[in-house]
């Protein structure tokens, strides 16, 4: 082995640093400068706004990097000012912006841009972006002024809704204490939000153009324009409303709440050979099931399910065929040579999805569908060609699709979708923020899909399978953070294993039957092999080597049908915790969602035995498929987690005090 990996790589799988946030104050006002943008805009601790950004989205909704010049940021005791020039280059045009912005300690802030594209610009949206936090908001009052004058009492939307909840904004107020009102305008051109929850964002978005005008636009050359977001509070808070960030996290573990989910992987044709040539990972991640893609579009069939058949013998999970038809109208017909080479095979199946090719691209609510076949017939044509299978359905896109085209659930023997977390950003915070979502979707899901039926999440990874949003999936070629981008280096980090343990305990909470990740090798893969994109350290070694992420899948298939246990964690969104009990005996689990290492106290005082995976590990851990099984006796109540850190701690639950 080499030398030892850089602590970024440890981290997050890329040598590329995201600059630490700047933090500004005028009084009780703070705010986060982040490349021009703005967040996490608090009021004595309060959150009122997730965030506002000036941005360019190109025409396949990518979205530029600003470069930042001539920045000069001003502080005083109650008052703090910022400017600067930003440019943005998409792929078809060239855009410069004069930013000023200022804050006072009466909550008074204001965020002016003046804009003229360089060249002409096509691009699908230009302008602010002003997201609400979901946690403290959904179902609670908003009032919405519309440009025509008149206002609108309502709610932020509970359930995620499909198509926008208010449009024509000029402005939006929301209560963040009793009897006190923020209120956000916005000037320079017509706006709209939309519940992104959809996509598994943490925010309501309020965004500049309305969907229902034409994309992609042109902006010409040299026509300037302005816009801008401004924020008032009306009221004073009470005196001693503070933020207070930096107490542990006290963690009480209480009764049965249900089942752990059942833990599995997906499985792509074409890393089917890689997968068979690490048998003894697959059998040490062991999931208790497979999303085996069949992917008629590429004329997949006998050779990849004989694949599919072996990967099966190495643990016995169960397989389910997710089928991705071309979308023709004779749905059997394309079905029939499938289950007769599922037949001559003897190969078992679990379940069998369908889902034509057109589901795999976005449709915006009230747009027409393309010729397809109904859900009726595929699912009908899909009975017929598998007998006695179950049938799962929804999306094999993610929950904004299924939400868009909601199938009849009673056809079905469960629903599935799955997510991705860097559609709109891919930083890491807004890519671990995702997580506060998880909960929101399945819950919504249930409402229209029924509480009865099963839901199976997945395969969930941080990489984007297919972009239904544009024609392919972004290119990463500098092992960047990149949105819709199939490479995502984190996927080989501790980052990945913090947020698949979180993805993971919000699934098991919601009664979710059963959650996928990502794939056995590849780019959303747990175990290492050489590729064609770069993958810092790991490159440089020899011999078999597994990712952080590997390591929690492995851990959680050992729970499954365990009896899940209540945590209580008040206020706590900075880790992820999971407890499960078999025959008395406990495991609970633990993550750091943050950079910033957490202290977590455990209520009470237990004999326990503690594994940690941090960091400082990540040599002895890609090379040793059990590192987790090592413990050693947790003597503290009090548990430090480090920068994305998972741990594991098993104790007697009788024995507790």
């Known amino acids: 082995m080499t030398s030892a990996a850089s602590r970024a790589v440890r981290l997050c799988g890329t040598e590329q640093l995201e600059p630490p946030l700047r933090t500004l104050r005028a009084g009780p006002l703070s705010v986060e400068f982040d490349n021009g943008a703005l967040r996490y805009i608090r009021m004595g601790g309060i959150e009122i706004l997730r965030g506002i950004s000036f941005l360019v989205r190109d025409e396949n909704w ?38 000023r912005i200022s804050g006072s300690g009466d909550g008074a802030l204001s965020f002016v841009a003046e804009a003229e594209p360089e060249t002409d610009l096509l691009t699908n949206r230009t302008g602010f972006v002003v997201l609400h936090p979901i946690e403290a908001l959904a179902g609670k009052p908003i009032k919405v002024l519309h440009e025509d004058g008149h206002e609108e009492l309502s709610l932020f939307p509970d359930h995620i809704d499909p198509k926008c909840p208010f449009t024509d904004i000029r402005a ?81 573990i209480g009764g049965p709440v249900g089942r752990v989910p059942r ?57 389910v065929l997710e089928i991705i038809t071309k979308g023709t109208l004779d749905p059997f017909g394309e079905l029939a040579p499938v289950a007769n080479a599922v037949h001559r095979l003897g190969l078992k199946l679990e379940a069998v999805c369908v889902f034509p090719a057109q589901d795999m691209k976005s449709v915006q609510p009230g747009a027409s569908w393309p010729a397809m ?22 999306m094999a896109a993610y929950f904004t699709e299924l939400n868009r085209k909601r ?8 629903g599935s979708f799955t997510t991705c977390p860097s559609v709109h950003a891919a930083d890491d915070v807004s890519v671990m923020e995702t997580l506060q979502a998880i909960p929101h979707l399945i819950r919504s ?30 290119p990463n070629e500098a092992n960047a953070r990149v949105c819709l981008s199939r490479i995502d280096p984190r996927q080989r980090g501790l980052f990945n294993a913090a947020w698949t343990l979180g993805y993971f305990a919000a699934c098991a909470r919601e009664g979710a039957e059963a959650v996928a990740f990502g794939q056995v090798t590849g780019p959303f893969g747990h175990v290492y092999r050489p590729a064609e994109f770069v993958q810092p350290w790991y490159d440089q070694q020899d011999g078999r080597m597994v990712y952080p992420a590997f390591h929690v899948v492995a851990g959680l298939s050992q729970l499954a049908d365990a009896k899940l246990l209540c945590v209580e964690a008040p206020g706590a969104d900075s880790i992820a915790v999971m407890a499960a009990e078999t025959d008395g005996r406990a495991t609970l689990w633990l993550s750091n969602l943050t950079a910033k290492t957490q202290l977590v106290r455990l209520s009470d005082r237990i004999n326990a035995r503690i594994a ?8 002895r851990a890609a090379i040793d ?33």
């Open 62 to 99: 990518g979205t530029s990097t600003p470069v930042l010049d001539d920045l000069h940021i001003d502080e005083s005791l109650d008052m703090f000012t910022v400017a600067y020039r930003g440019t943005c280059s998409a792929t078809s045009g060239r855009l410069v912006y004069q930013v």
């Open 172 to 252: 939006l107020s929301h209560e963040i204490a009793p009897g006190i009102w923020a209120t956000c305008t916005m000037d320079g051109d017509a706006f709209e939000m939309e519940d992104q929850r959809n996509w598994s964002d943490a925010s309501y978005k309020t965004y500049v153009r309305p969907l229902r005008r034409p994309w992609p636009y042109r902006l010409p050359k040299g026509q300037k324009f302005t816009q801008a977001v401004r924020l008032h509070v009306s009221g004073t808070l009470p005196a001693g409303t503070s933020e207070n960030r930096n107490q542990p996290v006290n963690l009480t």
């Open 263 to 319: 833990t599995g992987v997906g499985v792509a044709a074409d890393e089917v050979k890689h997968a068979l040539e690490t048998p003894e990972l697959f059998r040490r991640m062991a999931p208790q099931w497979m999303v085996c893609q069949v992917d008629l579009r590429l004329g997949h069939g006998q050779d990849e399910l004989e694949g599919f058949a072996a990967l099966a013998r190495l643990t016995g999970a169960g397989v």
């Open 373 to 394: 076949p109904s859900f009726h017939e595929n699912y009908s044509a899909a009975r017929r060609a598998f007998p006695g299978i179950p049938l799962g359905g929804g």
């Open 407 to 414: 199938p009849p659930a009673e056809a079905l023997d469960y």
């Open 445 to 474: 899901a249930r409402v229209f899909m029924g509480e009865r039926l099963p839901l199976r999440m997945g395969p969930i990874q941080l990489g984007c399978r297919e972009n239904p949003y544009g024609k392919s999936t972004a």
């Open 612 to 619: 940690l995976l941090a960091a400082d590990h990540l040599e």
């Open 625 to 657: 498929p059990n590192f987790m099984e090592s413990s050693v006796e947790l003597d503290d109540q009090f548990i430090s987690l480090d920068a994305y850190a998972v741990a594991r701690v098993d104790f007697d639950r009788s024995a507790s005090t």
